[in-house]
């Protein structure tokens, strides 16, 4: 791919690789409370992590566990996480998935959140 001027077609820049997007996949979203002990319960503290594939810094959400998506944190392209505090009407065993911030048309799968042993 490469840039023309509309004004003098003569002029273009370097041509560029262009890769496509992947939308990213979740096979698992586990909730750890952040307080050892204590239990998954709207307000309370806590670590979601995800596995995955095609995850991307700085784009991967995770939708599910409030009203508006949360940006993931300490993301590899295949793991993920974020602190957060569960929502007030939070329920053991919600549904989750994953999002683009820059293509949100780009989803992954539901699945259901299990917490950590």
């Known amino acids: 791919m490469y840039v023309a001027s509309a004004s003098n077609p003569s002029l273009t820049s370097a041509t560029v690789a262009t890769i496509p997007f992947v939308a990213p996949t979740l096979t698992s979203a586990v909730l750890k409370p952040k307080t050892a002990g204590e239990a998954l319960k709207a307000g309370v503290q806590a670590t979601l992590m995800v596995q995955g594939t095609n995850l991307t810094a700085g784009d991967t959400q995770v939708a599910g566990l409030g009203p508006t998506p949360i940006k993931l944190s ?9 602190d957060l505090a569960l929502a007030q ?3 053991d065993g919600v549904k989750v998935h994953l999002v683009s911030a ?3 048309a780009f989803t992954s799968a539901e ?3 299990t917490k950590a042993p």
């Open 89 to 91: 009407d939070y329920k």
């Open 111 to 113: 699945v259901v959140t």
């Open 74 to 82: 300490n993301v590899t392209p295949t793991s993920g996480s974020v």
């Open 102 to 104: 820059g293509m949100p």
